[in-house]
């Protein structure tokens, strides 16, 4: 017959067991959440290297509205324009984008003071958005007197690619085609030439 030592040793591993069992169910959740978070880190660091030392890090084709002796083309793609090895301000916008219709008369002026130095491209993305078509997007250009080349694209690749959640969306590239620089949302003139000057004086 088993001592009464013996019994209370057995109790005693098998209240400790459950113990250690019920703290590793408290702390599951935490512990799952904290390999959660660093998967994602680890994934967006991955996508962030890959960007900026692969150039544009996602090429797609766009039909050229206006500027096709500036792009080379009716049809160009992006990896096309960055080879022209200039800076190049990429704006996504929509005919019926109220925020894009604002910073788009600054856009045009930046463009005329540095058109020789920096490519301005506009990339309608409208019907891929919610907020408009070619012909509401055609009108907006006529009727701002939009002169820098525009184009859209035929899917929504690039609106997926860069990750356009806000129109409008501007991505800046230095003279070697890497990603430097981007904006969420509607800008001022000032602004735009800040970044514009600061990506001027590293190229």
Avoid at 104 to 126: K, N, S, T
Wanted: charge should be neutral; hydrophobic fraction near 40%.
């Amino acid at each position: 017959m088993p001592s009464k030592k013996r019994k209370w040793n057995r109790s005693l591993r098998r209240s400790r067991g459950s113990q250690n069992q019920s703290a590793i169910q408290q702390y599951m959740p935490m512990i799952l959440g904290a390999a959660a978070i660093g998967l994602i880190v680890l994934v967006g660091y991955a996508l962030f290297v890959a960007v900026n030392s692969s150039g544009s890090g996602s090429n797609f084709e766009f039909d050229v509205y206006q500027g096709n002796n500036t792009l080379g083309g009716d049809k160009v793609t992006l990896d096309e324009v960055l080879a022209l090895n200039k800076p190049l301000v990429l704006n996504f916008w929509a005919g019926d984008c109220p925020p894009c219709r604002a910073e788009m008369p600054a856009f045009q002026r930046v463009h005329e003071e540095y058109g020789g130095d920096v490519l301005f491209l506009g990339l309608d993305v409208g019907v891929f958005t919610g907020l408009g078509t070619e012909a509401s997007a055609r009108r907006l250009l006529d009727e701002l007197r939009i002169t820098y080349p525009i184009g859209a694209p035929p899917s929504r690749s690039a609106v997926v690619s860069y990750s356009v959640r806000s129109m409008p969306t501007t991505v800046f590239f230095d003279a070697k085609g890497k990603l430097v620089d981007r904006v969420d949302g509607a800008m001022n003139e000032f602004r735009l030439i800040t970044i514009v000057d600061k990506i001027l004086e590293t190229s």
